[in-house]
């Protein structure tokens, strides 16, 4: 079965510093979500791409966080300069329509110290 | 703003027991979908619920949507260690955007 792949599957770095998790969604789903799961809680929607435009970025903290799909096919999240606060595991997830189920990778856990 | 309440927020049960999460919102849902996140895994869909009063079952797990689509619940029969992991419900407000709830984390005493 196909999957959603993103990488690294772990980072480490420091505050102020800058970092980039990528993703590559199952081929032919034009949906593109990032989520932020910090731990114990639900994933919480940052951005949402329809193809390569973004249909949803209202919980995106837009001074920092940054997010792209060019081509729309694989997307890039960046985060800079990285906060303590912004520990949490990144999830990325596509679906065929915008209301069909949602297919997630492995996410990145990010640990800022 | 649009929230989806889950309760509760841990369940333990012996193998063997029935379990139960419920899923509310304060507003009427188009469709709601539930997940299950393994210890250290991702969100894993189960199923999706768009009629009023549907009820699914998979196996050992049934799934409801209210009349009034403002809730939802996902019954486990005889539960097993490997139903172990936090389950989420995500509803759709109608526009196409899903709300992740707090989920429920079952663990299993053997």
Not at chain 1, 13 to 23: I, L, P, Y
Not at chain 2, 40 to 52: A, D
Not at chain 2, 59 to 82: C, V
């Amino acid at each position: 079965e196909a999957e959603v792949a993103q990488s690294p599957r772990y980072k480490i770095t420091e505050k102020s510093q800058a970092v980039a998790f990528w993703c590559d969604p199952i081929s032919g789903h034009a949906t593109l979500y990032w989520y932020r799961q910090i731990l114990g809680q639900g994933p919480e929607l940052l951005v949402q791409f329809q193809d390569e435009s973004v249909v949803d970025d209202s919980q995106l903290p837009k001074d920092r966080f940054s997010a792209e799909r060019l081509k729309g096919v694989d997307s890039t999240l960046k985060i800079q300069p990285a906060e303590l606060g912004d520990s949490a595991m990144y999830l990325c997830a596509s679906s065929f329509l915008e209301s069909s189920p949602l297919h997630f990778g492995n996410g990145t856990r990010l640990t800022v110290t | 703003g649009q929230q989806v309440m889950q309760i509760p927020q841990y369940q333990h049960v012996q193998e063997g027991e029935d379990f139960t999460t419920y899923c509310n919102s304060s507003t009427t849902l188009s469709n709601i979908q539930w997940y299950k996140q393994r210890p250290g895994g991702h969100p894993v869909f189960l199923i999706q619920l768009v009629k009023s009063g549907e009820v699914k079952k998979q196996k050992r797990l049934t799934f409801q949507f209210g009349e009034a689509k403002k809730n939802s619940s996902l019954h486990i029969t005889a539960t097993q260690t490997t139903d172990v992991g936090t389950y989420f419900c995500a509803g759709d407000f109608g526009n196409e955007k899903l709300t992740f709830g707090t989920g429920t984390r079952l663990t299993i005493i053997p």
